[in-house]
């Protein structure tokens, strides 16, 4: 893989030509900004910027004031070969607070792994209901840790106005959820997102993250797709680069809260 000119591509596919990633959300471009715009329930943040050291701090004042203005929380998705080199000193400074850092991976699904299957006793499932996005919700909150309101409201959003753009799966311990994901479908574009990926802590370890990878990645060959692309946690790394992903760069989350 050239790691420079599919970078190049994903940045302009899937950051300066974002689309939105709900029915509820706009994208936005102000300058050399490209932000989305959700509802309070949905993900208010930028994905992209192209910003010199003359002009960076105004620009995130704007966005800071917008968001500000509308009463949302928002994050800005920095990535780590954005410019100018200081813009996370720069965010700090303002008050946007520092996530942890994750990988930006992506694969061609010409040469990935996808022969994992599901490690005994479990079977995986497609979500298609909110029945099923109950049970992702579920996963991802003993998973995680996390408050699953979001992703409830988000992906029960997509499935029943939007489903061609997401493909959601959970995987079974007989009837018990231990596992889920979801893959973020761009049209118009060759990539494919990977989101969510989490297994509930006793269950780690047994092969139900890679089987979920694979079953994603199959589901994205046949929509034709030729590039998966992953937020990988230091946990999910090695699993991702075992399938045949790369690393391309860092990406980091810094959050304001108004």
Same mark, same amino acid.
């Given at each position: ?23 509820e959300s706009r994208i936005e471009r102000v300058g050399k900004v490209v932000r989305q715009v959700s509802s309070e329930q949905g993900?208010?943040? $930028? &994905?992209?910027?192209?910003?010199? #050291? @003359? ?5 995130? /004042? ?51 792994t996808l022969d994992a299957g599901p490690p005994e006793g479990i079977r995986v499932l497609p979500v298609t209901d909110r029945a ?33 753009? $997401? &493909?959601?799966?959970?995987?079974? #311990? @007989? ?5 889920? /994901? ?13 989101w969510g990926g989490g297994t509930v802590e006793a269950w780690r370890g047994r092969g139900i993250y890679r089987a979920l990878v ?45």
């Amino acid at each position: 893989m050239d790691h420079a000119a599919v970078l190049a591509l994903y940045d302009r596919d899937m950051r300066e030509g974002a689309q939105p990633d709900s029915p509820e959300s706009r994208i936005e471009r102000v300058g050399k900004v490209v932000r989305q715009v959700s509802s309070e329930q949905g993900w208010n943040g $930028v &994905v992209w910027s192209d910003l010199d #050291a @003359g002009g960076a701090d105004a620009a995130i /004042a704007e966005q800071i004031a917008y968001f500000s203005g509308l009463g949302r929380e928002f994050e800005w998705k920095l990535y780590g070969h954005d410019q100018p080199v200081d813009l996370g000193q720069r965010l700090r400074t303002a008050g946007l607070t520092a996530q942890p850092e994750e990988t930006l991976m992506i694969g061609e699904v010409a040469d990935l792994t996808l022969d994992a299957g599901p490690p005994e006793g479990i079977r995986v499932l497609p979500v298609t209901d909110r029945a099923g996005v109950d049970l992702v919700a579920d996963v991802h909150e003993a998973a995680f840790g996390t408050d699953s309101t979001r992703l409830r409201h988000q992906l029960l959003a997509q499935l029943t106005a939007d489903p061609d753009t $997401v &493909v959601a799966v959970v995987a079974l #311990a @007989g009837d018990i959820p231990v596992s889920a /994901a979801r893959m973020e479908l761009v049209p118009g574009t060759r990539f494919a997102g990977l989101w969510g990926g989490g297994t509930v802590e006793a269950w780690r370890g047994r092969g139900i993250y890679r089987a979920l990878v694979a079953v994603r990645a199959r589901e994205a060959v046949e929509r034709g797709y030729r590039y998966l692309q992953v937020d990988a946690m230091p946990t999910s790394r090695p699993i991702l680069e075992r399938l045949g992903f790369e690393p391309l760069t860092t990406t980091t989350p810094y959050l304001y809260t108004p």
